[in-house]
């Protein structure tokens, strides 16, 4: 459900196909960046997408850049208060930076 893009939007397949290629991307360590940029780009053009701004803050913490992962779950948090995963991401984020 939180992988399809929202609802009325003339271009939701094409952006449920990227976040589909972003997630299979994050499966490999080396194709974490290239995960970064789509997920980016799904940001700028569906900007109301909390899922893609979750998505995209895995990746960073997956590369260790916690303060953008941090930012990310900001931005996530700001679209969808009640998103767990992002919440739970948030804690590990911190928790790695000693700020608890």
Not at 25 to 37: D, G, N, R, S, V
Not at 67 to 87: E, M, R, S, W, Y
């Amino acid at each position: 459900l939180w992988l399809k893009a929202p609802e009325g939007r003339p271009d939701s397949l094409d952006l449920d196909a990227e976040m589909k290629r972003g997630v299979q991307a994050m499966a490999e360590p080396k194709m974490l960046p290239l995960a970064i940029k789509m997920f980016t780009s799904l940001m700028e053009r569906a900007p109301s997408w909390a899922e893609a701004h979750n998505k995209r803050a895995t990746c960073h913490y997956l590369t260790g850049n916690l303060d953008q992962a941090v930012a990310d779950c900001k931005a996530t948090l700001a679209i969808n208060p009640h998103h767990f995963g992002c919440l739970s991401g948030l804690g590990m984020c911190l928790i790695r930076q000693n700020r608890f």
